[in-house]
Every structure is written in C-alpha cells, then in structure tokens.
C-alpha cells in the first residue's frame, strides 16, 4: 500500500506493500473482511438494485433495506469464493479467469486468509475530429490492484498504476493553466492530470503520471471500522458533491466509520497539499515538498421509516503549514464531535469551514430523490446581498429499470453553486487539494444539470450522458468568483454587493455529451470494451471552441475521473 503525498518510484511503493503485507500477518488471528466498493459510478449502479451472494445489504435503492449509502467508498461484507461450489468446478479454469473472478486468488485451508491479485489497465485510443491536425490521442495504464482479508476483522487493498497519455485540446489546456495563480510553480511540470497526480512530460505532446492508492481496514467490533489509507472520498447520491467528492488526487487519510441501527457517523482526517513551495529547501535533483494543511470532515447519516435518509456535514480545512513546512495542529483538529468547530471559529474564520446537508427520499423501490445544501458563509454587510453570501445547493433524481423495463437507468440532476465559495481570504487555505477542488471540478459561480441513460442487456451496455453548464468565468483579470484559488477578498472594487449574482463575470457556456456502447467481459474489475463518442462546446462571447472525439478503450474501471468539465 502507498501512503504517500507523491509517487516517487517503484521502490519506495514496494517498501509500502510490504509494509501492508507484513501488517496482515500480524493480526492474523484477530481481524476483518469489511471492503471499500469502488467509487467508479457505472460499474456501482448493479449496487444500487440489486443484491448479491458477495455482498450482504447492498440493495441500497429498494426500501426495505436500512443501508446508509451517503459516505463513499461504501464498506461491505465480501465472501471468499468458495472452492467446492459445484457450478464453480464445473467451470473451466480460463472462462473463471476471464469472465467471472479476479487473475490470482490466494485462500488458505481454513478461510483465515483470502487474498485477489488483478491486473489494472487502460489501453485507449481515439482522435479529436475537430482538432486541425488530426493527431491520435492515447491512454496506456498499467498496473495492479491487491484485496484481501484476514478473519473476519480485517482487509486490505492496495494499487499502483503508471500511466502516458495525450489529452484533447480543452484538457491540454487545463493541465497548462491550473498553478498560474503561483507564480512559484508556474512551470508546467507542477500540473495536474484531472484527479490523477502531477503532470511530467512525455515525449513531444504526451504526460508521464502515476497513481498509488490502498488502506488497511480494521473492525474491532461490528459497530465500529476503522482504516488508514492512501486515497479519496465522495459525500452525497449524486453524481457531483458540494461537499466532499473524488475530483482531485488521492491523499493520506484516516477514517472511522461507527454504525448503529439507523446511524452512522463518520470521521475523516486528512493531509491535503497545495502545489507550491513547501518553505523547506531540498537538495539537488531531490523532489521538492509541497506545502502541506490538515482537513477534518464529519458526517451524521440518519435514515428513518427506511425511506428517508437525512445527513448533516462539517468539513475544515485547517490553516497551510508555516514557511517551514510544519503544522502547529490544535486539539480541535481532532474534535470528533460534529458543529463543535463551526460553533467555536464561525463560517467566517481565517480556517476554512464548509457545513451543509443531504437528502434522500426512496418514494418507491425504484425511484428517489435527492439533495445537498453547501454553506460557505453567512456574513452579511447589508440586506441587499453581500460576497460572503457563499452556499451551493443539489437536487436530483433516479430511476431504475424506467418503465419497468429491467436494467433501463435514468438519472437527472441540478447543481448551483454561489460566486466566492469555496474559497479563503488566505489562499492557501481554499477548499482544494493537489490544484483541483475538492468539490464540484467547476468549482464555483455557475449552474449546471446533468443526465444520465444507462441499459444493459446481458453483458452488453450503452451509456448516454449529458451535460450543460453555465458559469461565470474572471476576465480582464479581475475575480468574478469562479476560481476558487483566489482570495474571497479580492473581488472587482467596481461592483456593489447586490449586483453579485451567479455566472456573474463573462459567461460562459460548455455543453458536454457523452455515448458509449460496450461489453463487460469480467465484473470483478469492470474488466469492459467500450467505443464512443465525446463532444463537448465552450462558448463565450469571444470564442467558441469545439471538441469531437471518438475512442476505443480495453480498461479495467474502478474510478471515476471527471473530464466533463
């Protein structure tokens, strides 16, 4: 496993998978099988509906389960596959590996040990037909991923994957543009690949990046789970989350999640850090460090009559570390108790708060609502309006098998979120992690809705998908409130605070769709071929540019990465 804020060699994440491996055996005779789901949106959807033998309480739309689905990764029950299973046996060796179960299995005698070994790729090819010259864009992922479990207490995961890779043009130019704000890393080299880690060059027009990622999981008792880990999270039912999302890159974090009856709480501490200099001086040809700020979040899920699921969210981002790189953390940081921190500092505190709510109404078996409330900041200067009247709000709705028509998939949702949130008067203290929000990817100052088609028949499925946003970008160099890497303090000194409104700045439009038909050849690491289309628009009243790209992809899809953006 890789707990780390980089990825610096292969070396260093062998240390850590060892590490991970040797922690196993120790607590051989005391620990649990509860595993994260992956947060990959298409492949969950079989999760939402249906059970399964694998997994115990995970029909998470039907009603009459009491599942609290509102705090992603979701931590499940996995059964070992069982070795004398008549149809198992019956089956060839090669058909099991390709289409039913993971590459490697590893099971001792008496079920103390159960251990997968799968391979984890992305071999995409494609072209932007809008692109004038025409070149061939590609994707090569190459990696693996390990889960496992000891007893009945304990499991593990843990990945690595190395990545090159070309990007269309409106990606190309986001990797470019996302640390302009730091003169100090300007260099491209100190970008990202949306929610994939920092950017290196790769030949002529191609990036060079890795992705670790793993967690140990420990269930001293039923009620309670405990993990430590290298990766990310998402709040809500949504596609997005105002509050908490899997945009940016993977982090250190600790988790405790604390179930009983009809609620769950959970406690998240993080290591978040912004692409700048950390203040330490590194020596020659040694990776710089980065400046590093503690994040604490808490989530109180309630669920009531089974059909109706209510949260309430807390998250803070704690002030940067000094010019030596170091956090003089406070007992607070650590303060389990949920409001405590907002009723102490305030939402208009030099630490960055973040409070919000989330909804979710099962009104039938197959069909729900859902919602969020963000708020950033109350402060009010006058009654008219004011900057600091910062909050986001969701709504949005599913329904499976549409028309009762089995495995048909509709999903609609509305986003909108205010000018300035998210952001601090400090900076460094914005609500972001390796130069990407840790929210919505559009970050703030817009209106956005979304919808979703999904079907499938056997192992076949097609997924179409549509985006339309409209947000206010800055122009003339002057903060409109959308990027939210800006200080919320320096805002156009021209404009009175009751003109400030939503898209406010120059507006700009961006369309997205999306389809893509494919075939699923192994579910247990969405193991799919798929071949579709993209076109996306970004229209403002100075330009308009277009992008047209059709791929075809072999790919194993665990995670979600967001390029509708």
């Known amino acids: 496993m890789k707990i780390s804020y980089q990825v610096s060699s292969i070396k260093n994440l062998s240390w850590h998978s060892l590490l991970c491996l040797a922690t196993c055996i120790f607590y051989l005779n005391t620990i649990s099988a509860q595993q994260n789901l992956p947060l990959n949106r298409e492949w969950g959807l079989k999760y939402e509906i249906t059970k399964t033998s694998k997994l115990r309480n995970t029909c998470l739309a039907s009603y009459n389960t009491n599942d609290l689905s509102c705090f992603k990764p979701l931590i499940v029950y996995v059964k070992p596959i069982d070795k004398n299973d008549s149809l198992r046996k019956a089956t060839s060796v090669w058909k099991r590996k390709i289409k039913q179960e993971s590459l490697f299995i590893i099971q001792d005698t008496a079920d103390e040990f159960y251990m997968t070994i799968d391979p984890f790729f992305n071999f995409e090819l494609g072209r932007d037909m809008a692109d004038s010259n025409g070149e061939n864009l590609y994707k090569n992922t190459r990696g693996f991923i390990i889960r496992g479990n000891i007893g009945d207490k304990f499991a593990f995961e843990s990945s690595f994957y190395e990545n090159q890779?070309?990007?269309?043009?409106?990606?190309?130019?986001?990797?470019?543009?996302?640390?302009?704000?730091?003169?100090?890393?300007?260099?491209?080299?100190?970008?990202?690949?949306?929610?994939?880690?920092r950017a290196k060059k790769f030949k002529l027009n191609g990036y060079d990046y890795a992705m670790a990622s793993g967690y140990v999981s420990y269930s001293p008792i039923k009620l309670i789970n405990i993990q430590i880990g290298h990766g990310k999270h998402f709040v809500g039912d949504g596609y997005r989350s105002l509050l908490l999302s899997d945009n940016s890159f993977n982090y250190p974090y600790a988790r405790i999640t604390t179930t009983y009856k009809n609620l769950q709480y959970t406690n998240l501490y993080t290591s978040f850090m912004n692409l700048t200099n950390g203040g330490v001086k590194t020596p020659p040809n040694v990776e710089r460090l980065f400046q590093k700020k503690t994040a604490s979040f808490q989530l109180l899920s309630m669920n009531f009559f089974n059909r109706l699921q209510i949260g309430l969210f807390q998250g803070m981002i704690w002030e940067a570390a000094d010019t030596t790189n170091r956090q003089h953390l406070s007992f607070n940081t650590f303060n389990p108790i949920i409001g405590v921190n907002t009723a102490i500092y305030g939402l208009h505190n030099t630490n960055n708060i973040v409070a919000g709510a989330t909804l979710k109404i099962k009104i039938t078996n197959t069909i729900s609502l859902y919602g969020q409330y963000m708020l950033d900041d109350t402060y009010q200067k006058n009654s008219k309006g004011d900057i600091r009247k910062k909050y986001g709000y969701q709504i949005g709705f599913k329904y499976f098998d549409l028309f009762t028509i089995k495995n048909l998939h509709l999903q609609l949702e509305y986003n909108n979120v205010r000018p300035y949130a998210y952001a601090s008067e400090n900076t460094y203290q914005s609500y972001t992690h390796y130069n990407q929000a840790l929210a919505h990817p559009l970050g703030a100052n817009f209106y956005e809705a979304i919808g979703f088609i999904n079907y499938r028949i056997k192992d076949f499925f097609i997924q179409l998908k549509g985006n339309y946003a409209v947000k206010g970008a800055d122009s003339l160099n002057m903060n409109?409130?959308?990027?939210?890497?800006?200080?919320?303090?320096?805002?156009?000194?021209?404009?009175?605070?009751?003109?400030?409104?939503?898209?406010?700045?120059?507006?700009?439009?961006?369309?997205?769709?999306?389809?893509?038909?494919?075939?699923?050849?192994?579910?247990?690491?969405?193991?799919?071929?798929?071949?579709?289309?993209?076109?996306r628009s970004e229209k403002t009243e100075r330009t308009n540019t277009q992008t047209q790209f059709i791929y075809f992809g072999i790919r194993t899809s665990l995670n979600n990465f967001y390029y509708d953006f």
């Open 480 to 535: 409109f409130g959308s990027n939210i890497f800006r200080s919320d303090n320096n805002f156009p000194i021209n404009q009175s605070f009751e003109n400030i409104h939503t898209t406010q700045g120059l507006k700009t439009t961006v369309m997205y769709q999306d389809i893509h038909v494919g075939y699923l050849v192994n579910p247990s690491t969405n193991f799919n071929i798929v071949l579709g289309i993209t076109n």
């Open 165 to 197: 890779a070309t990007y269309a043009k409106y990606i190309d130019d986001y990797i470019f543009s996302t640390n302009k704000l730091f003169p100090q890393t300007a260099n491209y080299q100190y970008d990202v690949i949306p929610g994939q880690g």
